[in-house]
């Protein structure tokens, strides 16, 4: 036998060979085995009579899946589908959009496709580096060891805030915005309104400046620095790189103020300390920070009704400004910002330009190839920000616009592309429909959601059409959380040893974690101030907000409250179809409060009989 690796040009039959194009192969094979000990061999014939066409090596396959999750997601290279491996070895150039519903599996392709690409690209990609964006930091430690486990360690995993923290490393991202400050500060509109914020830092002085030179006077007048500024945002396209020509200028202009007109740099060296004209320089063309600039102009009404009202689109003047207003606080090193201040920060970086003593530290590196996870819910200036970091335009962006729940994100792929460069291709958008994740029972649960929150997707398909039923439980009592850790014991020794979430409404935190503490159930918390999280999924039980759980995969899963969920969330009806599609096995919705309609028996013949609520096959499980 010859063994290659799973990226070579030979093995891509194996991935690809179908019953109705074999690609030269008579017999694949699968092994499956744990650790070192072999447990079984499956191999498919490829005839057209026998081999299914929908996806390969079904025992692997399901094997696979019915492994139980230690909450770290794993690599796929023993069951790669055709459908994904088309993707995972798509060209190199432009852009490719993967389109999945919950369980498809486009997360682990888009780690296989950058494996791949340093495999098939090693030069270039090696240098110019390969960058893969995540939602949140608890993401980035649930998928941390599919590179390394496919030998590529050189990968950069990331967030956008952490992009920005390796030019500034003192921003503190802590705060929480509320849904509408968010979708403000995502808007394209915030691009002029921050650059009309910088020209209104640009600025000539309102009084004539007079400064004593030996026993005369020197003097700097208005209409003088009018020439100045106007000169200075001609000739320079970042503000701070003008800051050393507005200096020359107003040197230059009180030196032809004396009558011998010494020279501007003689009358430079005597007067930089001086303290008027100091002022003068601070007024006229001050060197700014980003964090410097946003604090001023958030702190200030009058400069955001400035700005703000020469911000003008196809529907008029920006007239939601006001929701951007904030303290100044005592100092910028205990002012905190939000995730979507983050992108706001960039783009006053690149229209300012780096700061005159940290040129080479402020330079905004470049990547050959960037992945992003979850893009659907990039707002157009986190995509902005995304797109400066794009060497060539060479970018693979995975998401469900069904799942699409952030302020500001993105109604179809058109809405996300449109703030991404173009590259040399254009875009290529796949689609991936099998979910291979989910059971057939759990999915058709979720599907009567989906046929709300977002009609026009297509439904993904489950691969493990049976399963267990979802159970529904109605608490009766006035909160659902008095019967938590009863429910949670019970899922724990239901799963043998799997993994399992308690996804809750974001006011419930807390609260559900005091209750697993008091109960004695050994757990972890996965919450903060933001969403740039820092924990990791506990082997067995973890407590998440319903705004951290994409992406993640676990054995089974609590819901938690979904009419609450869907109250809550700026998507609500999304956020509770994302929560309902994370179990590989069981799952269990927990409420004590109504149920959202969708969810109900009265929801209409679509809903499949026994998909909908255990209390029909269970009924003592119907009610607690």
């Known amino acids: 036998p010859v063994v290659v690796d799973w990226r070579a040009p030979v093995a891509e039959a194996f991935y690809r060979a179908t019953g109705r194009d074999p690609m030269g192969l008579v017999l694949r094979r699968h092994f499956v085995s744990r650790g070192r000990e072999l447990i079984d061999i499956e191999d498919e014939l490829f005839d057209l009579d026998r081999l299914d066409e929908t996806y390969q090596g079904h025992g692997a396959l399901v094997a696979a899946l019915e492994q139980n999750r230690d909450g770290q997601l794993r690599d796929i290279v023993a069951t790669i589908q055709g459908e994904q491996d088309e993707i995972i070895r798509h060209e190199l150039k432009g852009t490719v959009v993967v389109q999945g519903g919950p369980g498809t599996g486009k997360t682990v392709v888009a780690l296989h496709r950058a494996a791949y690409l340093l495999y098939t690209h090693r030069f270039p990609l090696e240098g110019q580096g390969v960058l893969v964006i995540g939602p949140n930091r608890l993401f980035l430690r649930y998928i941390e060891r599919v590179l390394p486990s496919l030998g590529e360690a050189g990968v950069h995993l990331t967030v956008l805030a952490d992009l920005l923290s390796d030019l500034f490393p003192d921003t503190r991202v802590t705060l929480v915005d509320n849904p509408e400050q968010a979708a403000v500060k995502g808007d394209p509109l915030m691009v002029e309104l921050i650059r009309e914020a ?4 640009e600025r000539p002085l309102r009084e004539e400046l007079t400064v004593d030179y030996g026993v005369t006077r020197l003097r700097l007048p208005v209409a003088e620095t009018r020439r100045i500024v106007k000169e200075a945002r001609r000739r320079f396209r970042h503000h701070n790189a003008a800051r050393r020509f ?4 107003v040197f230059t202009a009180l030196a032809q103020s004396h009558r011998t007109r010494p020279d501007p740099a003689t009358v430079a060296a005597r007067l930089e300390g001086d303290a008027a004209v100091r002022a003068a320089l601070e007024h006229m063309w001050p060197v700014l920070s980003p964090h410097e600039l946003l604090r001023d102009l958030f702190g200030s009404a009058a400069l955001l009704r400035s700005a703000a009202t020469r911000v003008v689109s196809a529907e008029g003047r920006m007239a939601d400004w006001r929701s951007l207003r904030r303290d100044r606080g005592p100092d910028l090193a205990s002012y905190a910002w939000s995730d979507a201040d983050v992108p706001l920060l960039d783009e006053a970086h690149v229209l300012l330009g780096p700061h005159p003593d940290r040129r080479r530290e402020e330079e905004i590196r470049t990547y050959g190839h960037i992945v992003v ?6 707002t157009p200036m986190a995509l902005r920000m995304i797109a400066r970091r794009s060497l060539n335009g060479s ?6 616009i069904a799942q699409a729940t ?9 809405d996300v592309l449109a703030h991404l460069p173009t590259g040399p291709v254009p875009p290529d958008i796949r689609e991936l429909t099998l979910s291979y994740r989910i059971p057939g029972p759990n999915l058709r649960l979720a599907l009567r959601i989906l046929r709300q929150a977002a009609p026009g997707i297509t439904p993904p398909v489950a691969v493990r059409e049976k399963g267990e039923q979802p159970v529904i439980r109605r608490v009766a009592g006035p909160s659902v959380l008095g019967a938590l850790g009863e429910t949670v ?7 043998e040893g799997g993994s399992l979430a308690v996804i809750v409404p974001a006011s419930m935190v807390s609260a559900a974690h005091q209750v697993l503490a008091a109960a004695g159930i050994e757990h972890g918390t996965a919450t903060n101030a933001s969403r740039n999280v820092t924990g990791r999924l506990h082997p067995r039980v973890t407590v998440v907000p319903v705004n951290l759980v994409k992406g993640l995969e676990l054995d089974g899963s609590i819901v938690v409250e979904p009419s609450l969920i869907v109250a809550e969330e700026p998507q609500g009806l999304r956020a509770l179809y994302v929560a309902m599609t994370r179990s590989t096995k069981r799952l269990v919705v927990l409420h004590s409060r109504p149920l959202p309609e969708c969810l109900t028996e009265s929801t209409g013949p679509e809903a499949r009989p026994g998909a909908a609520t255990a209390a029909d096959t269970e009924p003592a499980a119907g009610e607690i």
């Open 489 to 495: 014991r019970d899922e724990l020794a239901r799963l």
């Open 198 to 201: 910088v020209r209104d830092r």
């Open 406 to 414: 952030s302020p500001g994100a993105a109604d179809s792929w058109d």
């Open 373 to 378: 996870d979850e893009a659907q819910d990039h």
């Open 395 to 400: 970018l693979t962006l995975v998401g469900d």
């Open 246 to 249: 507005v200096e020359t200028e």
